[in-house]
């Protein structure tokens, strides 16, 4: 409890009192108010990094919510090699994401990249990737789903070791993948995908070594992200009272949408 004060409580309180604050070249600080707020808020480009964010977070949950729930229950249907099949899947996740990013530079590149020469193969014409506005960011959502949906694939392979029985017994009555698919693993896997709903929301919102080293924000600000416009205003544009104000924000939004989710699925189990 003592850590956990320290490392996350006490330096949200600090940033709370710094988004109030003027901080001056020199180290000195004075009281602003909320000058920093009305700052970040006339900037567009906070309004394009939400906008970003956002359309990041919902392809993000489309993909990669939805992509390691199949795997996890094709891994589990796996009678043979099952453990070889676990190890390939959860890879990614191992790799470093500096690795990972610079490694999807190479196979987004337009001309010696190995997706524009595949699509070559099959007489489809290249796409610039990352280098348009249009592509850029569903480019960075493709790369991030690749990376991370092993280690949420193994953790919902984990929640259906637990429902057996009614496997065997659907396997018995006759029943298909597709049917043991629909009929049990969607309505008994409802708890652990809840349970993992929010982090995935929180991780996606918050992305920022993939478009920090592959992007930059860039192309004109198609893949800027919260976290990246907080690291300019502070490391960059030397301004931490902005910078926290954003990074305040960008706590209590996530926030409220929890509360929210949280509400309903009560609800819902009542």
């Known amino acids: 409890?003592?850590?956990?004060?320290?490392?996350?409580?006490?330096?949200?309180?600090?940033?709370?009192v710094m988004s109030l604050q003027k901080v001056h070249l020199a180290g000195h600080t004075s009281f602003a108010g909320f000058a920093n707020f009305k700052t970040l808020l006339a900037d567009p480009v906070f309004g394009q990094a939400w906008r970003n964010a956002g359309y990041f977070t919902i392809q993000a949950l489309l993909f990669g919510y939805l992509v390691p729930v199949i795997v996890a229950i094709l891994l589990n249907e796996v009678r043979r090699g099952q453990a070889f099949f676990r190890i390939a899947v959860y890879l990614p996740i191992v790799a470093p994401s500096v690795a990972v990013s610079i490694l999807w530079l190479w196979l987004f590149d337009p001309s010696l990249g190995l997706l524009n020469t595949i699509l070559g193969w099959s007489s489809i014409p290249p796409s610039q990737w990352l280098l348009s506005s249009s592509t850029a960011l569903p480019s960075l959502v493709l790369m991030a789903t690749w990376a991370g949906f092993g280690g949420t694939a193994i953790i919902y392979l984990a929640g259906l070791q637990g429902i057996p029985e009614l496997y065997e017994a659907a396997e018995i009555d006759g029943a298909n993948i597709?049917?043991?698919?629909?009929?049990?693993?969607?309505l008994q896997f409802r708890p652990v995908m809840a349970v993992m709903f929010i982090p995935q929301?929180?991780?996606?919102?918050?992305?920022?070594?993939?478009?920090?080293?592959?992007?930059?924000?860039?192309?004109?600000?198609?893949?800027?992200?919260?976290?990246?416009?907080i690291y300019r205003y502070a490391f960059m544009y030397?301004?931490?009272?902005v910078a926290c104000a954003a990074t305040l924000?960008?706590?209590i939004v996530p926030a409220v949408l929890s509360y929210i989710y949280f509400k309903l699925d009560s609800r819902v189990e009542d």
Request: charged share 5%.
């Open 178 to 186: 597709w049917q043991r698919a629909w009929n049990i693993t969607i």
């Open 1 to 16: 409890m003592i850590s956990f004060i320290y490392f996350v409580w006490y330096p949200l309180v600090w940033a709370f």
């Open 201 to 229: 929301i929180l991780g996606t919102m918050q992305v920022f070594t993939e478009p920090f080293i592959m992007t930059g924000g860039g192309p004109n600000k198609a893949t800027m992200t919260i976290l990246l416009l």
């Open 238 to 241: 030397m301004d931490m009272g």
């Open 249 to 251: 924000l960008l706590f």
